[in-house]
Nanobody, 120 residues
Framework: QVQLVESGGGLVQLGGSLRLSCVVS????????MGWYRQTPGKQRELVAR???????NYAESVEGRFTISRDFDKITVYLQMEALTPEDTAIYYC??????????????WGLGTQVTVSS
């Protein structure tokens, strides 16, 4: 089973920056779409950013222009670089792997999450 381990969360002031990391236990980037979601208590998880197995990137409207998702194929790590943070970005952030049609019998994978708190 593939494991996802997140790190990099913390407390940051309004306008600050953080980089989240998601270390993947095996090289699945060619057959999985990788994404970052976030969730606040009592609400559904929200897709923040995605990079497809093909390499296409897309972002939630609320973060486009401020956040960047990227993959390191050597370290088998996906990053979320977050800039110009606001209190609305406060959430638990989760790493996600969604299988494409090339990943036979695979299921979506999730990390345990990392807390990001932005103070005003």
């Amino acid at each position: 089973q593939v494991q996802l381990v997140e790190s990099g969360g913390g407390l940051v002031q309004l306008g600050g920056s953080l980089r989240l990391s998601c270390v993947v236990s095996s090289n699945i980037f060619g057959i999985f779409d990788m994404g970052w979601y976030r969730q606040t208590p009592g609400k559904q998880r929200e897709l923040v950013a995605r990079v497809t197995a093909h390499g296409d990137r897309n972002y939630a409207e609320s973060v486009e222009g401020r956040f960047t998702i990227s993959r390191d194929f050597d370290k088998i790590t996906v990053y979320l670089q977050m800039e110009a943070l606001t209190p609305e970005d406060t959430a638990i952030y989760y790493c996600n792997a969604e299988p494409t049609s090339l990943a036979s019998n695979a299921r979506p994978l999730w990390g345990l999450g990392t807390q990001v708190t932005v103070s005003s």
